[in-house]
């Protein structure tokens, strides 16, 4: 039996238009349960594509850059898409669970997705701030369960977004949202270990196999570059 990914009750499938509660857009079909949450179709997909990764067993669960580089080669995930504020936070929260993170895995996943669904493609170049950093911002509010009325994890939440945002900004555009993704999944991670003490695996070097699929690609500038 499906359920509810907002509060775990029963859901039916439902033909309506309705408003979704993780994109907030109006959408039909999808599944509403005995609350009226209604969750579309496209974010019930993501919610469980993410869940099943988070899940799956392995050697390199433990490891976030792995667990992003798999949804990355989700056939429809594309090169450029504002998804990937979604993607990053969700391998950091798998890994940060898996590597004994305390955090519900299930509520923390629908967070993510409502809330990554909310930031909107092109912030990197029209709010100078990437979707992808933002993603970390996410994260780290969600394991933390930081609110804005929080005190120390509030300003803990903006440092690890600004760590990222740091990076990213040193190495310069344009943009690239596998490029971002790597280097937020790797700097967030870092990031719990010297701030929350949480360990997560990461890999001695990064190689990304997107680059031929991406026109505005830095190459050689790219630590991750190697297509």
Do not use: Q
């Not at 499938?13 to 009226?36: H, I, N, Q, Y």
């Not at 519900?104 to 950093?133: D, I, K, Y």
């Not at 993603?135 to 690890?160: E, H």
Request: proline share 6%; hydrophobic share 35%; charged share 20%.
């Amino acid at each position: 039996m499906e359920h509810c990914p907002v509060c775990e009750k029963s859901v039916e499938r439902t033909e309506t238009p309705m408003d979704c509660a993780l994109c907030g857009k109006r959408a039909s079909p999808g599944r509403v349960c005995a609350e009226g949450h209604f969750v579309c179709d496209d974010c019930a997909r993501l919610r469980d594509t993410l869940l099943a990764h988070a899940t799956r067993e392995g050697a390199d669960r433990r490891n976030p850059v792995a667990i992003l580089a798999g949804l990355m080669d989700e056939p429809d995930i594309p090169m450029h898409d504002p998804v990937h504020h979604i993607l990053a936070p969700a391998a950091l929260l798998a890994a940060y669970h898996r590597s004994g993170g305390a955090v519900n895995l299930s509520r923390g996943m629908t967070e993510v997705v409502r809330r990554g669904r909310r930031v909107p493609g092109g912030t990197c170049g029209f709010w100078g701030a990437c979707g992808a950093a933002i993603g970390a911002g996410i994260f780290m509010s969600v394991i933390t369960g930081t609110s804005p009325y929080s005190d120390s994890t509030w300003g803990l939440c903006n440092l690890a977004t600004a760590r990222c945002l740091e990076v990213m900004g040193a190495l310069g555009g344009p943009r690239c949202c596998k490029r971002t993704s790597f280097l937020t999944v790797h700097t967030t991670a870092l990031f719990v270990e010297e701030h929350l003490g949480v360990t997560m695996s990461l890999p001695e070097a990064i190689r990304c196999t997107h680059s031929s699929r991406n026109g505005e690609c830095i190459k050689e500038r790219c630590p991750f570059f190697g297509d």
